[in-house]
């Protein structure tokens, strides 16, 4: 069973010097050679093709903590970036700092694995990730993190503008690199989020299933208001009303976000 496969191989990496010392098989260890020898962001598009089965699903606990295990090792060496890159090589003599997206990888309708490159202070809105599960890495600085989830169900107790819900704060915190990945499922862990960023950072994204216009899986954009814009319209305990807002639907900000090319490994779709 592959998945149990995996969990073998994380294990083994765990105690393959060991294993060495103790007189494993030839055969064993070659082996082992070989999947050690195997690029981290190989193992991150293999391990997508098992985690995430199309529209509609959500991965398993087990497969969640599987692709945690191998996001939290991952550097920005892994992808073939260095600080030079951010500094130096990330721009064009004299030309603003600007947000890139580095596209590594995707497959069909089940993933697709990319870097958002920020200068700093550039800001990725609030927005969602509909019917997607999003597994967010920091790679490379540091990074203001806000997100939310719907409270649902909600009924209004007071008339509110058709475009306003009531959020609950998940997250609001600076994070810096290494850091541990998130998850955000599509109706928690903080689905609706806004980065900023507080140095130049890279931000790994492996989303599945991936962004689809045709299938309904747009971001949408929120503006936030605090609790009390409209506190009449809901009942939340005096002391805890800091942890919700008001997100209301926006069109999409005006978002400049050039290309950047992938120089890390090459990805073998049939490893
Ligand atoms: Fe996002």
């Not at 990496?13 to 030839?26: H, K, L, N, P, Q």
């Not at 089940?110 to 790679?139: C, E, N, R, W, Y």
């Not at 499922?185 to 609706?192: D, K």
């Not at 976000?257 to 990805?267: L, Q, S």
Request: aromatic residues 10%; glycine residues 8%; negative net charge.
């Amino acid at each position: 069973m592959k998945i149990g496969w995996r969990l073998m191989e994380e294990k083994k990496r765990a105690v393959a010097g060991r294993e060495d010392e103790e007189g494993s098989s030839e055969m064993g260890c070659r082996r082992m050679r070989r999947r050690m020898s195997r690029p981290l962001v190989q193992e991150v598009f293999d391990l997508c093709k098992d985690v995430f089965r199309g529209p509609g699903s959500v991965p398993s606990p087990t497969d969640v903590q599987e692709m945690r295990l191998i996001l939290d090792r991952m550097t920005p060496a892994d992808i073939g970036l260095s600080e030079d890159f951010f500094f130096n090589n990330n721009r064009a003599v004299n030309e603003t700092p600007r947000m890139r997206y580095m596209h590594i990888d995707e497959c069909g309708n089940l993933f697709s694995i990319g870097v958002f490159l920020l200068p700093q202070s550039a800001t990725i809105p609030l927005h969602d990730h509909p019917g997607m599960t999003v597994f967010t890495k920091l790679l490379f600085g540091s990074v203001r993190l806000r997100s939310y989830d719907w409270v649902e169900p909600f009924e209004p107790e007071d008339d509110l503008p058709s475009q306003i819900a009531l959020a609950k704060l998940k997250v609001d915190d600076v994070f810096r690199a290494p850091c541990n990945a998130f998850v955000l499922y599509p109706a928690s862990g903080g689905n609706l989020h806004c980065l900023q960023a507080v140095t130049p950072c890279a931000v790994l994204d492996v989303l599945g299933p991936p962004y689809s216009v045709h299938d309904g899986r747009d971001s949408t954009y929120y503006q936030e208001f605090p609790y009390s814009s409209f506190s009449g319209a809901a009942h939340v305990a005096e002391d805890e009303t800091d942890q919700y807002r008001w997100l209301e639907k926006i069109e999409q900000p005006s978002l400049q976000v050039g290309p950047a090319d992938y120089a890390g490994p090459e990805i073998i779709k049939g490893f």
